[in-house]
């Protein structure tokens, strides 16, 4: 991997972060913001690796698919954040002496990760596609069991309540077992981390049916 070009992509995404008034003045969203880019990043990585991709090309792809953050978000502004994202990293990425097809593609890529539509021309290629797989497969690492939880006020919830929203989600869960990837890879990881999820609340299911009587 090309060291060099990976860390200029981490020091300007770090600068345009730092540079957002939201993320300012809202210093956990910042956090996490950055601990998720780099997560995907290194989710790339992986596939970037097993699927024979570029790794330099790939990981500046995920590290900048978020970038549009550093920006106010309008009334549209989550749906079109992939688009602006690519608009901020075009000229970044051309700074770096990429040639003009890899940019587009890793551009394209990062315009398409949030609702597969990009404003300019591009392929779809797995490259491309492969973005959204990995930002996708972040959202299903161990914390997030503990955040969606949170959510819920699972503590709070009677036990049957409990029971059906732990039920709900093991149906959820194994409804997006059938999701399609672009790669092997991808898949294999979304599967991975799904069925991690399902194995604990199946656990969680378990203990609740020890918990109200004599089994």
């Known amino acids: 991997m090309r060291d060099e070009l990976v860390r200029k992509t981490e020091e300007f995404v770090r600068a345009r972060f730092d540079e957002g008034k939201y993320l300012n003045e809202h210093p956990e969203a910042k956090a996490y913001r950055l601990a998720h880019t780099y997560r995907v990043a290194n989710i790339g990585r992986l596939i970037a690796r097993?699927?024979?991709?570029?790794?330099?090309?790939?990981?500046l792809a995920c590290l900048l698919h978020d970038v549009?953050?550093?920006?106010?978000?309008?009334?549209?502004?989550?749906?079109?954040?992939?688009?602006?994202?690519?608009?901020?990293?075009?000229?970044?990425?051309?700074?770096?002496?990429?040639?003009?097809?890899?940019?587009?593609?890793?551009c394209y890529g990062v315009a398409i990760h949030v609702d597969d539509e990009a404003d300019f021309e591009?392929?779809?290629?797995?490259?491309a596609r492969s973005?959204?797989?990995?930002?996708?497969?972040?959202?299903?690492?161990?914390?997030?069991?503990?955040?969606?939880?949170l959510s819920a006020r699972y503590t709070e919830l009677s036990p049957a309540e409990q029971r059906a929203h732990?039920?709900?989600?093991?149906?959820?869960?194994?409804?997006?077992?059938?999701?399609?990837?672009?790669?092997?890879?991808?898949r294999?990881?979304?599967?991975?981390?799904?069925?991690?999820?399902?194995?604990?609340?199946?656990?969680?299911?378990?203990?609740?049916?020890?918990?109200e009587a004599v089994l």
Request: aromatic letters at 14%; glycine letters at 10%.
């Open 50 to 59: 097993e699927e024979g991709f570029d790794e330099t090309e790939f990981v």
């Open 122 to 127: 591009g392929e779809r290629t797995p490259f």
């Open 68 to 106: 549009s953050y550093c920006e106010e978000f309008g009334e549209t502004g989550w749906r079109d954040h992939g688009r602006a994202s690519a608009r901020i990293a075009r000229p970044f990425l051309r700074s770096l002496g990429l040639p003009e097809d890899r940019v587009n593609e890793i």
């Open 166 to 186: 732990v039920e709900g989600r093991i149906a959820e869960l194994r409804r997006f077992l059938g999701i399609e990837f672009a790669t092997a890879t991808g």
């Open 188 to 211: 294999r990881l979304w599967r991975e981390r799904l069925e991690y999820y399902i194995g604990f609340y199946e656990k969680l299911l378990a203990q609740l049916d020890g918990s």
């Open 131 to 149: 973005v959204c797989d990995a930002d996708n497969i972040d959202r299903f690492d161990a914390y997030r069991i503990h955040e969606n939880l």
